[in-house]
């Protein structure tokens, strides 16, 4: 310890280093961490530059202690709790939007630039960025990294990075891209060489810390729209998404069910008690009134275009059985809901307001996150729901949007734990062990692929010479593997 706190004061100022016991705590935990899972760290450590971040790495690496990097710590799944001790990197210092490109449209970002910082930012220049369905205090460039979900332009393939400047404990600061030629190239993912950036993505603070990210940005066209349509199942509303994202239509789409929908109106109302309609026993039918679910598309052009492409987009809907929502008839309605619809899919900034409500009402458990092909994805949301009235308790919903032009899927399908959260561990508990063994079910019994890593290193076991190579590219970086290793994945 007295070693670790002298070398880490070397590198950094006193403020910029934490050994208090209440600093600390505050680094045990993340969004959706339970009783129990909770890890403290020995340290936390504030860098404000590369080098800064490269002097950790060093130490650490020296003492053997694991380092966890943390953005804004808003995940939702443990990855940035320091399981086996050590010291948390935490980057919300290095908070700097660099540049805003609009010439080769992108923007240069450091870590701890929030999503309501780039897009605000953003707006005012006539573009926008890629947003999750996230919160907008979480970090576009962890975001990024870790492959968003709900994100705008779903038409193309959502991966927003560009080039990247990772620091790693053995092979110091190194740049990917077009930023690997010169430091003030930063337009290009793909140039004459194999692409690093990818390597990155995906590896959970695994195998380095990116303290800068080049990201696509769009341009904000004449009319933007917001145009919902509800439907009553979800192979309509899947045939619907996937003909107009092919046949390009829309620039993005996507489909949530009547429970997520009612906590849009949860987060308007700021309410912290779960409306009686959500939790009523059968979670498949929706209350009186209400569509089972909605497909909200955003529109994004010259207006006459997105003119013709709205009425395309409802004739197609019409022929499919759904049906055509107003905006104004959509914000009398269903307020909250379209509040929130509008603000993310047309004004490009995230809501906040309320977003707080849905924490303080429950734990937000993603009990499946997978992506598959749309018949699988049928067959997928089947299993969940037997799944589902078996084994948990309401609320539960989902939701459903394209990539990779429609070939591929991405099925949410997410359980809220209510009530005080200590008095739930046992449910709470089965839910895990139910998880521990979903997603190898579902991708053996559906062809289904886990979306987003959950610490599950059977699933790492099953990439077979894929995953030994990785295994020796971590040898290489970081051979004492000090980088996250609470996330178990080599
Ligand atoms: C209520 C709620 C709903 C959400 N819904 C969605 C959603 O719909 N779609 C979606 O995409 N996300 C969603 N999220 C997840 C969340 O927003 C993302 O996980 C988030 O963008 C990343 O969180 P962060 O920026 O705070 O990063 P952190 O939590 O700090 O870090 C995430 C991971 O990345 C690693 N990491 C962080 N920074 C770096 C770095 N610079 N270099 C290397 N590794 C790094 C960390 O070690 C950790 O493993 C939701 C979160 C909440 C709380």
């Not at 460039?141 to 968003?148: D, E, G, K, S, V």
């Not at 779903?154 to 990772?166: F, G, I, K, N, Q």
């Not at 690997?180 to 590896?203: E, I, M, V």
């Not at 309401?394 to 070939?407: E, G, I, T």
Request: aromatic share 10%; proline share 8%; net charge neutral.
């Amino acid at each position: 310890m007295e070693t670790l706190f002298k070398a880490l004061c070397s590198v950094l100022p006193p403020e910029r280093v934490s050994f208090s016991d209440v600093d600390l705590a505050a680094y045990s935990a993340d969004s959706a961490t339970p009783p129990g899972a909770s890890a403290c760290p020995l340290a936390v450590a504030l860098p404000q530059s590369p080098e800064e971040v490269l002097h950790i790495l060093q130490i650490a690496d020296r003492l053997r202690v694991p380092v966890t990097p943390l953005a804004r710590g808003s995940n939702i799944a443990g990855l940035a709790v320091p399981i086996q001790g050590g010291v948390v990197i935490d980057l919300r210092l290095m908070n700097r939007i660099i540049e805003i490109n609009e010439d080769s449209a992108y923007a240069l970002v450091e870590p701890g630039v929030t999503f309501h910082e780039l897009s605000r930012a953003l707006s005012e220049k006539g573009f926008f960025c890629h947003l999750p369905t996230a919160s907008g205090g979480s970090s576009p460039l962890a975001n990024y990294l870790m492959r968003p979900s709900g994100n705008y332009s779903a038409r193309w393939d959502p991966d927003p990075l560009l080039s990247l400047e990772v620091v790693t404990p053995r092979a110091g600061i190194i740049r990917t891209g077009s930023a690997a030629f010169d430091s003030r190239l930063w337009r290009a993912r793909y140039h004459c060489f194999p692409d690093l950036t990818g390597l990155f993505a995906c590896s959970y603070g695994t195998l380095g810390i990116v303290t800068k990210a080049s990201v696509k940005i769009f341009k904000r066209c004449e009319e933007e729209r917001l145009l919902l349509i509800g439907f009553e199942s979800l192979p309509p509303a899947l045939e619907y998404m996937e003909r107009i994202i092919r046949g390009n239509l829309v620039e993005s789409v996507t489909f949530w069910t009547w429970g997520w929908n009612l906590f849009h109106e949860m987060m308007l109302s700021k309410q912290s008690q779960m409306p009686q309609e959500i939790l009523k026993p059968d979670q498949k039918s929706p209350p009186e009134g209400v569509p089972f679910g909605i497909a909200s598309a955003r529109l994004n052009g010259y207006k006459e275009v997105v003119e013709a492409q709205q009425e395309v987009c409802i004739k197609i809907a019409r022929e499919l059985g759904g049906e055509y929502l107003e905006n104004d008839l959509a914000k009398e309605h269903f307020p909250g809901c379209y509040n929130y619809l509008h603000s993310y899919f047309v004004k490009g900034i995230l809501p906040k307001p309320g977003e707080e409500s849905q924490i303080r009402a429950g734990l937000h458990l993603p009990g499946c996150l997978v992506s598959a092909g749309p018949s699988q994805i049928l067959e997928i949301e089947k299993y969940m729901w037997e799944l589902a009235k078996r084994e948990f308790e309401p609320p539960y919903f989902y939701r459903v949007l394209p990539y990779s032009h429609a070939r591929e899927f991405f099925f949410a399908f997410v359980v809220y734990v209510r009530g005080d959260i200590a008095d739930q561990l046992p449910y709470i508990r089965k839910l895990r062990g139910i998880y521990g063994s979903l997603y190898s079910e579902l991708l053996k019994k559906l062809g289904a692929v886990m979306f987003r890593y959950r610490k599950d290193p059977g699933f790492f076991a099953l990439t077979g010479n894929y995953g030994q190579l990785l295994r020796r590219i971590k040898q290489l970086v970081d051979p004492n593997n000090i980088m996250n290793p609470g996330m178990l994945l080599f």
